[in-house]
């Protein structure tokens, strides 16, 4: 496994422009960081590796991004620019991509085995759309790698959007194009690419593969890579072989695949050039109107829930969860994101390189605070930035647990949750759930308090990953906060400075405001205020604006501040404080 370099700090600024977030992993070609431009917003910066940048002209990867920067399409993933930068006088080559909130079509994957034919079709149909976009350009451009690990899937509306991403190997041809020492996964490669072949027709391939995969859970062919080295030439001789054999139709995995289907995918994997659909208009066009399903589109086709010949596991009630924009929507709060993003949000993202360290993955974690600092909101935002369904749950959801006695019902709580997995269950006002056995408290509610501990007891292994908030951590039984239950113990007092300036820009965004507002003097004002006191704030300076028919100004935001206390004390403020440095001393 290649060593986790990380040459980019957090904070650190390139080219006066790029202002580096968060370290979101390493590619095959470099290492890829969230940064902030400086006037477009998010974005993802790909720092090439050394050994590619010698195996390839630095003049041609200007060229090809220039020419990819020009599929702007809703299917596909932007490449902005390709530059660099000089520090301790090296100089480092980088490219610039759209952010897209998801995850990869490989994570939905792992955790699904086999996709609905229903959600395949849709995320396969973008992925060709995207692709039909780049082959009808002018130059021609070829994906050259399409794969699970390349399709990114965003969750902003109600159902899922695919994006082709990474066009790092893509090429523009204007006919039979061959290149050399091409990258690649293998087990994609159409036969015609390891002659260093490519053409429209070699991403239809690819793109059959992936659609085959999604609705059988498995490959085309099988490889065993156990007898063999780990050289290119050793592998790609192993792929070559096994595709002597034609693969079995998808059905075969699935009685949900119907017969039409069935054709369509094998004659995308034919070995055959001629007979393969020559480009990824073609193959959209037999997707979208097949001939043989009594008029139905493949969206309207019900999906059953029986699971494969070989017993692979199909989830019943495959559920989409509609995402937001994560924790770009959280203004400030930057050292609380980037601790939640490294300690928490990365090994539910990247689950297979933690295990291989042997690192337990989290199972959950306590948001403590006075009320009003964003416990709810910000459990929410995490949700998207993992992109787990979300589950809310408060003491009245299920008052009547505590009436009747009824243990079975919690068990049932997360039986929900296991059935959505992966799952973020947050439970709200935790002390209420679980409070402190060592006082006097009833039989039921101790029989209760552990039947709650036993189900969360390691429940991150059924993907389920627990978020408890409270507003009296005293209060809450201290069984919960061993490790296996909850893994990490957060205080989210009221927001400094800069948090309390990027939380009044955020809700002055889009009304009308005169341009000379001074944030600077409006965070020093509001020393102590909560986010819900500074949201009651603006929307008390709207009112006022409005009742003038005037822009809002700053007269009016700091005549709401004179007239508003903090809802939080001082005394308030140092008591949860104090318990924060008790437990620190633990």
Same mark, same amino acid.
């Given at each position: 496994?290649?060593?986790?370099?990380?040459?980019?700090?957090?904070?650190?600024?390139?080219?006066?422009?790029?202002? !580096?977030?968060?370290?979101?992993?390493?590619?095959?070609?470099?290492?890829?960081?969230?940064?902030?431009?400086?006037?477009?917003?998010?974005?993802?910066?790909?720092?090439?590796?050394?050994?590619?940048?010698?195996?390839?002209?630095?003049?041609?990867?200007?060229?090809?991004?220039?020419?990819?920067?020009?599929?702007?399409?809703?299917?596909?993933?932007?490449?902005?620019?390709?530059?660099?930068?000089?520090?301790?006088?090296?100089?480092?080559?980088?490219?610039?991509?759209?952010?897209?909130?998801?995850?990869?079509?490989?994570?939905?994957?792992?955790?699904?085995?086999?996709?609905?034919?229903?959600?395949?079709?849709?995320?396969?149909?973008?992925?060709?759309?995207?692709?039909?976009?780049?082959?009808?350009?002018?130059?021609?451009?070829?994906?050259?790698?399409?794969?699970?690990?390349?399709?990114?899937?965003?969750?902003?509306?109600?159902?899922?959007?695919?994006?082709?991403?990474?066009?790092?190997?893509?090429?523009?041809?204007?006919?039979?194009?061959?290149?050399?020492?091409?990258?690649?996964?293998?087990?994609?490669?159409?036969?015609?690419?390891?002659?260093?072949?490519?053409?429209?027709?070699?991403?239809?391939?690819?793109?059959?593969?992936?659609?085959?995969?999604?609705?059988?859970?498995?490959?085309?062919?099988?490889?065993?890579?156990?007898?063999?080295?780990?050289?290119?030439?050793?592998?790609?001789?192993?792929?070559?072989?096994?595709?002597?054999?034609?693969?079995?139709?998808?059905?075969?995995?699935?009685?949900?695949?119907?017969?039409?289907?069935?054709? !369509?995918?094998?004659?995308?994997?034919?070995?055959?050039?001629?007979?393969?659909?020559?480009?990824?208009?073609?193959?959209?066009?037999?997707?979208?109107?097949?001939?043989?399903?009594?008029?139905?589109?493949?969206?309207?086709?019900?999906?059953?829930?029986?699971?494969?010949?070989?017993?692979?596991?199909?989830?019943?009630?495959?559920?989409?969860?509609?995402?937001?924009?994560?924790?770009?929507?959280?203004?400030?709060?930057?050292?609380?994101?980037?601790?939640?993003?490294?300690?928490?949000?990365?090994?539910?993202?990247?689950?297979?390189?933690?295990?291989?360290?042997?690192?337990?993955?989290?199972?959950?974690?306590?948001?403590?605070?006075?009320?009003?600092?964003?416990?709810?909101?910000?459990?929410?935002?995490?949700?998207?930035? !993992?992109?787990?369904?979300?589950?809310?749950?408060?003491?009245?959801?299920?008052?009547?647990?505590?009436?009747?006695?009824?243990?079975?019902?919690?068990?049932?709580?997360?039986?929900?949750?296991?059935?959505?997995?992966?799952?973020?269950?947050?439970?709200?006002?935790?002390?209420?759930?679980?409070?402190?056995?060592?006082?006097?408290?009833?039989?039921?509610?101790?029989?209760?308090?552990?039947?709650?501990?036993?189900?969360?007891?390691?429940?991150?292994?059924?993907?389920?990953?627990?978020?408890?908030?409270?507003?009296?951590?005293?209060? !809450?039984?201290?069984?919960?906060?061993?490790?296996?239950?909850?893994?990490?113990?957060?205080?989210?007092?009221?927001?400094?400075?800069?948090?309390?300036?990027?939380?009044?820009?955020?809700?002055?965004?889009?009304?009308?405001?005169?341009?000379?507002?001074?944030?600077?003097?409006?965070?020093?004002?509001?020393?102590?205020?909560?986010?819900?006191?500074?949201?009651?704030?603006?929307?008390?300076?709207?009112?006022?604006?409005?009742?003038?028919?005037?822009?809002?100004?700053?007269?009016?935001?700091?005549?709401?501040?004179?007239?508003?206390?903090?809802?939080?004390?001082?005394?308030?403020?140092?008591?949860?404080?104090?318990?924060?440095?008790?437990?620190?001393?633990?």
């Amino acid at each position: 496994m290649s060593s986790i370099l990380r040459r980019l700090d957090k904070g650190e600024t390139i080219n006066d422009t790029y202002e !580096v977030q968060f370290y979101l992993g390493e590619g095959a070609f470099g290492e890829v960081y969230r940064v902030k431009h400086k006037y477009l917003g998010v974005q993802v910066l790909k720092l090439f590796k050394q050994d590619y940048l010698d195996n390839t002209d630095t003049n041609t990867l200007t060229n090809e991004a220039k020419i990819l920067s020009q599929l702007t399409h809703s299917n596909i993933v932007r490449v902005f620019e390709t530059n660099s930068f000089l520090r301790n006088n090296q100089k480092y080559f980088f490219m610039t991509m759209g952010f897209v909130a998801g995850e990869t079509l490989s994570q939905l994957m792992k955790r699904k085995i086999q996709v609905p034919i229903d959600i395949a079709l849709l995320i396969q149909n973008d992925i060709l759309n995207g692709l039909r976009f780049a082959h009808n350009h002018n130059p021609l451009i070829i994906h050259r790698d399409i794969n699970p690990d390349n399709v990114l899937l965003s969750y902003e509306s109600e159902k899922p959007s695919a994006l082709l991403a990474d066009f790092g190997l893509a090429q523009s041809i204007n006919s039979f194009s061959k290149i050399a020492n091409a990258g690649g996964r293998y087990l994609y490669f159409a036969p015609e690419c390891f002659l260093n072949t490519y053409l429209p027709t070699s991403d239809v391939f690819s793109a059959g593969i992936v659609l085959y995969k999604m609705i059988t859970g498995v490959h085309p062919w099988q490889y065993d890579f156990s007898a063999i080295g780990e050289s290119s030439d050793e592998i790609g001789t192993m792929v070559l072989e096994a595709r002597k054999n034609k693969p079995q139709p998808p059905s075969l995995y699935t009685e949900d695949c119907p017969e039409w289907l069935d054709g !369509v995918i094998l004659k995308s994997l034919s070995k055959n050039i001629e007979e393969r659909f020559k480009n990824a208009e073609e193959f959209y066009k037999a997707l979208t109107t097949p001939k043989n399903i009594e008029n139905k589109k493949p969206k309207e086709m019900k999906i059953k829930s029986e699971s494969s010949e070989n017993k692979m596991p199909k989830k019943k009630n495959f559920k989409v969860r509609v995402h937001g924009k994560g924790f770009d929507e959280i203004a400030g709060m930057d050292e609380l994101k980037e601790t939640l993003y490294h300690d928490m949000i990365l090994p539910l993202k990247d689950k297979e390189l933690y295990e291989e360290y042997k690192v337990t993955l989290p199972n959950g974690m306590l948001l403590y605070g006075p009320p009003g600092c964003g416990k709810t909101f910000i459990s929410r935002k995490f949700a998207t930035e !993992v992109a787990y369904n979300f589950v809310e749950i408060r003491p009245s959801d299920i008052a009547s647990i505590y009436v009747h006695g009824t243990q079975e019902k919690i068990g049932k709580l997360f039986d929900e949750a296991r059935a959505k997995a992966p799952t973020i269950l947050f439970i709200d006002e935790i002390d209420a759930f679980m409070p402190n056995r060592e006082g006097n408290l009833s039989h039921s509610y101790s029989a209760e308090v552990n039947e709650f501990l036993t189900q969360m007891t390691d429940c991150s292994k059924d993907s389920i990953f627990i978020i408890a908030a409270t507003n009296r951590p005293e209060k !809450v039984d201290p069984a919960i906060l061993r490790t296996g239950r909850i893994d990490k113990i957060v205080y989210l007092g009221p927001p400094d400075k800069h948090a309390r300036t990027e939380m009044i820009k955020l809700h002055l965004k889009n009304r009308p405001v005169e341009p000379n507002i001074d944030y600077e003097t409006l965070g020093d004002l509001t020393e102590n205020y909560v986010a819900s006191d500074l949201n009651f704030i603006l929307n008390e300076a709207s009112r006022d604006a409005l009742k003038e028919r005037s822009k809002i100004q700053q007269r009016h935001i700091e005549n709401v501040i004179n007239r508003t206390s903090p809802s939080i004390s001082r005394q308030q403020i140092k008591k949860y404080e104090e318990f924060k440095n008790k437990r620190s001393f633990e």
